[in-house]
T-cell receptor, first 111, second 117 residues
Framework: GQQLNQSPQSMFIQEGEDVSMNCTSSSIFNTWLWYKQDPGEGPVLLIALYKAGELTSNGRLTAQFGITRKDSFLNISASIPSDVGIYFCAGPLTGFQKLVFGTGTRLLVSP | DADVTQTPRNRITKTGKRIMLECSQTKGHDRMYWYRQDPGLGLRLIYYSFDVKDINKGEISDGYSVSRQAQAKFSLSLESAIPNQTALYFC????????????????FGPGTRLTVT
């Protein structure tokens, strides 16, 4: 079935560093979403993107909707320990009101 | 109180046993979903329901069944559990996302960790 591939699979960084991760698909998406899963919790929506090329920020997080509509990027600036978790991209399947999720990027932040 | 609750939070069961995972929501959403999460595979859709009378299979429905008892309740059953069903299971609900006419943000419960031995 449809799958979104995320890279890197995991990252271990120092507090204060910037982080970049991406999500790619073989199909075009009209909406891109980024979710974060804190340890022991369910995913929570961080950012939604609706147009190719769109750049949207939520605090220290910035996400971009790729021009080809087959990819999206998430950047976290000045990371802090509470950024620890798994970050998922997601997109709605064309014609269906359900989501396909990426494979996830696990972020670990060292104080 | 949490808007989407799941019970149990953790469960260990034996191969061949029947098990039910329950989900309740107080958000008043019509749409509910069951996902499983496996390391490196992300979240995969098992079943989804757009209202009490509308239930649909997701990408990995084999070995699972669901029941939508009411708008607020959506249960997932494993009729005969097997070890490769060991995973983290999430229930989610959805409403319309602001700014989008065709997409619905999903709200997730805290998850049920299921181990089949």
């Amino acid at each position: 079935g449809q799958q979104l591939n995320q890279s890197p699979q995991s990252m271990f960084i120092q507090e204060g560093e910037d982080v970049s991760m991406n999500c790619t698909s073989s199909s075009i998406f009209n909406t891109w979403l980024w979710y974060k899963q804190d340890p022991g919790e369910g995913p929570v929506l961080l950012i939604a993107l609706y147009k190719a090329g769109e750049l949207t920020s939520n605090g220290r997080l910035t996400a971009q909707f790729g021009i080809t509509r087959k990819d999206s990027f998430l950047n976290i600036s000045a990371s802090i320990p509470s950024d620890v978790g798994i970050y998922f991209c997601a997109g709605p399947l064309t014609g269906f009101q359900k989501l396909v999720f990426g494979t996830g990027t696990r972020l670990l932040v060292s104080p | 109180d949490a808007d989407v609750t799941q019970t149990p939070r953790n469960r260990i069961t034996k191969t061949g046993k029947r098990i039910m995972l329950e989900c309740s929501q107080t958000k008043g959403h019509d749409r509910m979903y069951w996902y499983r999460q496996d390391p490196g595979l992300g979240l995969r859709l098992i079943y989804y329901s757009f209202d009490v009378k509308d239930i649909n299979k997701g990408e990995i429905s084999d070995g699972y069944s669901v029941s939508r008892q009411a708008q607020a309740k959506f249960s997932l059953s494993l009729e005969s559990a097997i070890p490769n069903q060991t995973a983290l299971y999430f229930c989610a609900t959805s409403e319309r996302l602001k700014g989008s006419r065709s997409f619905y943000e999903q709200y997730f419960g805290p998850g049920t960790r299921l181990t089949v031995t």
